[in-house]
């Protein structure tokens, strides 16, 4: 696991962080294995920690992959859950 690039977001009391993950011919790492691994290497609680998008290359055994880690957890379910409200409710009115 290689970390690429990390960007602070003070407006949303979040950084963006994107690793690199090697899984050697295996398939994609789940999001709750990458969580374990990546609270571990930040040493953040899983509270405060969001794994945004996973990325595989097609043919390769390489991962990219887009992690939220915010500073208090009242913000997190605040942003995370409004994105999840609005989708199901847009599915609802179909």
């Known amino acids: 696991m290689k970390k690429l690039y990390e960007k602070d977001m ?3 009391s979040r950084k963006r962080i994107v690793y690199e993950i090697d899984h050697s ?3 994609t790492p789940k999001k709750v294995d990458l969580e374990e691994q990546i609270s ?3 040493n ?3 509270d405060l920690l969001k794994i945004k998008h996973i990325y595989s290359k097609f043919g390769e ?3 990219k992959v887009i992690a939220h880690v915010y500073s208090d957890a009242k913000i997190k379910t605040h ?3 409004k994105k999840v409200k609005t989708r ?3 599915k609802k009115g179909k």
Request: aromatic share 0%.
């Open 10 to 12: 003070p407006l949303l």
């Open 25 to 27: 011919k295996k398939s």
């Open 40 to 42: 571990k290497d930040l």
């Open 44 to 46: 953040v609680g899983k």
């Open 61 to 63: 055994s390489i991962s």
């Open 79 to 81: 942003l995370e859950d």
């Open 88 to 90: 199901k409710k847009k």
